[in-house]
């Protein structure tokens, strides 16, 4: 044990082959970090400010605003900071809450676009019944599920990373701490992490998946079963936002785990793909798609 020094801190050292293009990455990570605030903020003020966007479907859009407006902020600002010149260095505490925001945060995302599902799934295939079914129980309950359960997930993995032995390098080869590059540094045998982190960041969101698939064809079963033009074409339509955030969510996993000879290359700018494009892009496509909260902007 006297071999194990203790780690106070860790160095991160930017995005991997990167070097000279500090000033490209800052200005790019800024503006795109910027308007991530800006959309989901706005997304959120629409919704609160509107008594008619006071509806299942919305309040799980705010729940979504939220995360999308905490996934960047886990990674983002002390990136600009290393990027402008500042410290690179992080402290362990600090290393601990950026692992652990990223995975409690990506997990919510991952539950909230099933929960999201089975609203759009209730509201086209049982729409008499919708708003009994999808009570403001049943919503919170599914809501304070998804941060809960994530919770849980985020703290299994921390701990596991975090309690493993550090000695020799603190320097963590990527932008942020996450499990992976921190796990690299340490000193014991990782195999229970590997495990568990495979069976969770694995199982949860093929799980998830599955579940959004079985909603989409019962959906598409009930827009095909419609009479009215008019009432597929607005079925269509409501499901198309959520379909194509469900696609930015879990196409970039689906890529990095079918594709293992191109992981190498695709892990990094994919994984920053999720972190910093999706989370803007999200209130775009739902206020695109959706006259609703247009209007809710417009009196904004």
Request: glycine share 6%.
């Amino acid at each position: 044990w006297d071999n194990h020094m203790t780690v106070t801190h860790f160095i991160l050292r930017g995005i991997p082959n990167t070097d000279g293009l500090q000033t490209i990455l800052f200005f790019t990570f800024l503006a795109f970090y910027l308007c991530t605030l800006l959309g989901n903020l706005l997304i959120l003020s629409a919704v609160l400010a509107d008594p008619r966007l006071h509806t299942p479907m919305y309040f799980f859009l705010c729940n979504l605003a939220v995360v999308d407006l905490g996934i960047p902020s886990v990674s983002i600002p002390k990136f600009l900071a290393a990027l402008s010149g500042q410290s690179r260095v992080i402290s362990l505490g600090g290393c601990i809450a950026q692992a652990f925001f990223f995975h409690f945060l990506g997990s919510t995302e991952c539950l909230l676009c099933t929960v999201m599902a089975y609203d759009r799934y209730v509201a086209i295939c049982h729409p008499l019944r919708y708003l009994l079914i999808m009570n403001w129980r049943v919503c919170t309950l599914l809501a304070a599920g998804t941060w809960i359960c994530s919770s849980f997930h985020a703290t299994i993995l921390a701990s596991l990373t975090f309690t493993l032995p550090y000695c020799g390098s603190n320097v963590v080869d990527y932008y942020f701490c996450d499990i992976f590059p921190v796990s690299k540094l340490a000193c014991g045998d990782t195999y229970v992490l590997e495990t568990v982190s495979f069976t969770n960041i694995g199982v949860v969101p093929m799980t998830c998946f599955f579940l959004i698939l079985v909603s989409y064809i019962r959906i598409i079963y009930c827009i095909l079963k419609m009479n009215s033009g008019e009432g597929r074409r607005k079925a269509a339509s409501t499901c198309a936002s959520h379909l194509a955030v469900v696609t930015m969510y879990f196409g970039p996993c689906a890529l990095v785990y079918t594709q293992p000879q191109l992981s190498k290359v695709l892990v990094t700018p994919l994984d920053v793909f999720g972190n910093v494009v999706t989370p803007m892009l999200n209130p775009v496509i739902y206020t695109l798609r959706n006259k609703e909260v247009k209007e809710g902007l417009r009196k904004l």
